[in-house]
């Protein structure tokens, strides 16, 4: 019998199997949305849905290459265990590499294309990864950037890729590069430099140091003066080109790569689970729990 779009939604809805395995559940099944459901189960492919109010804040950063171009991406499961486990780490090379061949501009049109030349999306290619593996797993970002006119991407993976780094420098070198995005993984600064910082972020910055040192007893005709001091720190703290490069703490960054032939375009810090909330599991309580069941 013929399957309808509409009754292939439905099951996506209930069960979260990818697209081809709910046409092919219904077709199995005559369009009985019950029987097509059960057969999803048996076949261990709607466990995706089950899991998919759970927090998935561990995971890897990812970084691929290809021709002249580079891909960084997050991709996030519920355990740090599940996120050293080889079928995990060989799925997050398939998505980073599947990303940087097919360019997509968002996380939702990457899961929505078609995966690997099969009837299939990206989506339903996690979906099935979380049927074997057992755990929530999502693509939370990612970016692909180009090297190439007068263009050079270094990249740095840090603890087995809690922290993933891409660099992108307007001349210099690929080695230049690579020793930038080693810096940034390790002080993690917001901006390339201080243009880049919004005047708002600026002022509320300004407006607090100057109450500090009103607050030390600082007298006004020279708390101007001392607000544009702490200020110069300020940016020290936030702006890459501003910092003491780690490296060479005699150098700042800007002049290192100026020292180089280049100049720091842009750069892109992956922390896994940064601004996720992450669930703190009791160990000894969640296995009493499988043993009173």
């Known amino acids: 019998m013929a399957i309808s779009a509409k009754q292939v939604k439905e099951l996506r809805e209930q069960t979260g199997a990818g697209m081809m395995d709910c046409k092919k559940a219904l077709s199995e099944t005559d369009g009985d949305m019950e029987k097509a459901v059960d057969f999803l189960r048996e076949k261990g492919i709607s466990k995706a849905a089950k899991k998919a109010d759970r927090v998935a804040a561990e995971g890897l950063a990812h970084v691929v290459t290809s021709g002249n171009k580079a891909a960084i ?86 603890m087995g890729g809690r922290i993933g780094v891409l660099t992108v420098l307007e001349g210099a070198d690929e080695q230049t590069a690579k020793d930038v995005a080693m810096h940034i993984a390790a002080i993690n600064p917001k901006y390339v430099s201080r243009d880049a910082v919004s005047e708002e972020e600026v002022d509320r910055e300004r407006e607090v140091l100057k109450q500090q040192a009103l607050n030390e007893g600082k007298p006004e005709n020279i708390v101007e003066k001392m607000v544009e001091g702490r200020l110069g720190k300020f940016f020290e703290e936030i702006c890459l080109n501003e910092q003491a490069f780690v490296k060479d703490s005699d150098q700042k960054v800007g002049k290192y790569v100026e020292s180089k032939g280049g100049s720091v375009k842009t750069f892109f810090r992956y922390e896994v689970g940064e601004g996720m909330e992450k669930r703190e599991d009791n160990f000894a309580e969640e296995v009493m729990s499988q043993v009173k069941k």
């Open 73 to 158: 991406v997050e991709i996030n499961s519920e355990t740090d265990f599940v996120s050293k486990n080889d079928g995990f780490i060989k799925m997050v090379d398939n998505v980073a590499h599947h990303i940087i061949d097919n360019n997509p501009s968002t996380v939702e049109e990457a899961l929505s294309q078609e995966y690997a030349g099969e009837e299939s999306t990206l989506q339903d290619y996690i979906n099935s990864q979380i049927a074997t593996i057992g755990e929530k797993i999502s693509l939370r970002r990612f970016e692909v950037v180009e090297n190439g006119d007068g263009l050079n991407v270094g990249s740095y993976i840090h």
